[in-house]
Nanobody, 126 residues
Framework: VQLVESGGGLVPTGGSLRLSCAAS????????AGWFRQAPGREREFVAA????????YIADSVKGRFTISRDNAKNSVLLQMDSLKPEDTAVYYC????????????????????WGQGTQVTVSS
C-alpha cells in the first residue's frame, strides 16, 4: 500500500491543522493506521494510531486532548486533527500502516509499521 500525506503548513501558536493520509494499492481500513513525527535533531516520535480490527485508538500523552485520529473510509484515508498547536509540535509528520493490531490501545505504538508516507511539514510559529 502506498501512503501520501497532505495538509501540513505554517500556523501560529494555538492554531489548527488537519492532516490527511490517502492510501492507494490497498484498503486502508484493513490496516492499523498510525501517525508519527520527527523534529530536527530528534528521534521519530509516536503520535497516534487506530487499530483496524479492534477500533482501538491510542494518543500520545504529549498531544492528548489536542489531537484526534479518525478514518474516512469513503476516501480510503486517515485524518489527524491537530488543535491548540504549540511550537513544540513543529516536525515532519508521517503516516504509517501496519498489518498488525493490538488488544491494548497502548500497544499500538509498538507495532511494526510496514508502510510509510513521505511526510508533511508542520511548523508552528511562536
Amino acid at each position: 500500500v502506498q501512503l501520501v500525506e497532505s495538509g501540513g503548513g505554517l500556523v501560529p501558536t494555538g492554531g489548527s491543522l488537519r492532516l490527511s493520509c490517502a492510501a492507494s494499492g490497498g484498503t486502508f481500513s484493513s490496516y492499523t493506521a498510525g501517525w508519527f513525527r520527527q523534529a530536527p535533531g530528534r528521534e521519530r516520535e509516536f503520535v497516534a494510531a487506530t487499530g483496524w480490527t479492534t477500533g482501538n485508538i491510542y494518543i500520545a500523552d504529549s498531544v492528548k486532548g489536542r489531537f484526534t485520529i479518525s478514518r474516512d473510509n469513503a476516501k480510503n484515508s486517515v485524518l489527524l486533527q491537530m488543535d491548540s498547536l504549540k511550537p513544540e509540535d513543529t516536525a515532519v509528520y508521517y503516516c504509517a500502516a501496519s498489518n498488525g493490531d493490538a488488544r491494548s490501545p497502548s500497544l499500538l505504538r509498538g507495532l511494526t509499521y510496514e508502510f510509510w508516507g513521505q511526510g508533511t511539514q508542520v511548523t508552528v510559529s511562536s
